[in-house]
C-alpha cells in the first residue's frame, strides 16, 4: 500500500533553514506529484507546493516564492522540502501529501504523511 | 485570509444531515472540476473524503457526497454520527499560476 513517511520534529531559531524528509513507497515515485501543505496552530490547511518527481520541476504557492525548495531522489523514492529565512510563523506541521499522476491536471490528496511538526523559536 | 471561503462552523444532532459551502471563483471552483473534501480530526492526518467535485474514494461511506454549483461547491454529510465531528476542508485546483488553494476550514459538531 501507499506509505509515506516523514522525518521527525525540528527547532529552528529565525532565519535559519529547514530541510524536510518524505520517503515514499507502494507506487511507481515518478509517475506521481508530491504536495506539501502546513498547518500552524490553531489555523487551517496551507497549500506550500508540489513536485513533479520525474522532471524534477517544483511549483510553489506566491507566498513562499524564494523560500522554498522542493527536490527529489529517484534511488530513495524521497521527497526533501527547505525552507529557508524562517519566522516564528512558519511554526507548524508540515505534511507531504501524494498528488494526482503527473499527466493529470488537477486531481486530488489521498495519501498523507503523518506530518513533521517545526519549531520556529529564538 | 484563505483563498476559498467556508463557514467556521456547523452543527447537527446524530441522524440529521449538515451541507458545508465552500465558495471560490471562476478561477478556482467554478473554472474546474477538481474540488476535493478533506476531514480532518485534530492531531491526526487529513482523509479524503470527495474527490472531482463528486466521487467518494473507496471506503468513505455514501453518508458523504458532494455538489458543485458555479463558484460554490458543497459537501453533505447525512445520517450525521459522533465520529465525523472534525474539520473540514474543501480544496480547489485553481490553475498554472495558483495551482492549488485551500479553504479555511469548518468546525462539524456533532450535538
Known amino acids: 500500500q501507499v506509505q509515506l513517511e516523514q522525518s521527525g520534529a525540528e527547532v529552528r531559531k529565525p532565519g535559519a533553514s529547514v530541510k524536510l524528509s518524505c520517503k515514499t513507497s507502494g507506487y511507481t515515485f515518478t509517475s506521481y506529484y508530491i504536495h506539501w501543505v502546513r498547518q500552524a496552530p490553531g489555523q487551517g490547511l496551507e497549500w506550500m507546493g508540489m513536485l513533479n518527481p520525474s522532471g524534477g520541476n517544483m511549483m510553489s504557492a506566491q507566498k513562499f516564492k524564494g523560500r522554498v525548495t522542493m527536490t527529489g531522489d529517484t534511488s530513495t523514492t524521497t521527497v526533501y522540502m527547505e525552507l529557508s529565512g524562517l519566522k516564528s510563523e512558519d511554526t507548524a506541521v508540515y505534511f507531504c501529501?501524494?498528488?494526482?499522476?503527473?499527466?493529470?491536471?488537477?486531481?486530488?490528496?489521498?495519501?498523507w504523511g503523518q506530518g513533521t511538526l517545526v519549531t520556529v523559536s529564538s | 485570509q484563505s483563498a476559498l471561503t467556508q463557514p467556521r462552523s456547523v452543527s447537527g444532532s446524530p441522524g440529521q444531515s449538515v451541507t458545508v459551502s465552500c465558495t471560490g471563483t471562476?478561477?478556482?471552483?467554478?473554472?474546474?472540476?477538481?474540488v476535493s473534501w478533506y476531514q480532518h480530526h485534530p492531531g491526526k492526518v487529513p482523509k479524503l473524503m470527495i474527490f472531482d467535485v463528486n466521487k467518494r474514494p473507496s471506503g468513505v461511506p455514501d453518508r458523504f457526497s458532494g455538489s458543485k454549483s458555479g463558484n460554490t461547491a458543497s459537501l453533505t454529510i447525512s445520517g450525521l454520527q459522533a465520529e465525523d465531528e472534525a474539520d473540514y476542508y474543501c480544496c480547489s485546483y485553481a490553475g498554472s499560476y495558483t495551482f492549488w488553494v485551500f479553504g479555511g476550514g469548518t468546525k462539524l459538531t456533532v450535538l
Open positions: 501529501a501524494r498528488g494526482s499522476l503527473i499527466v493529470v491536471i488537477g486531481g486530488a490528496m489521498p495519501d
Open positions: 471562476s478561477s478556482d471552483v467554478g473554472g474546474y472540476n477538481s
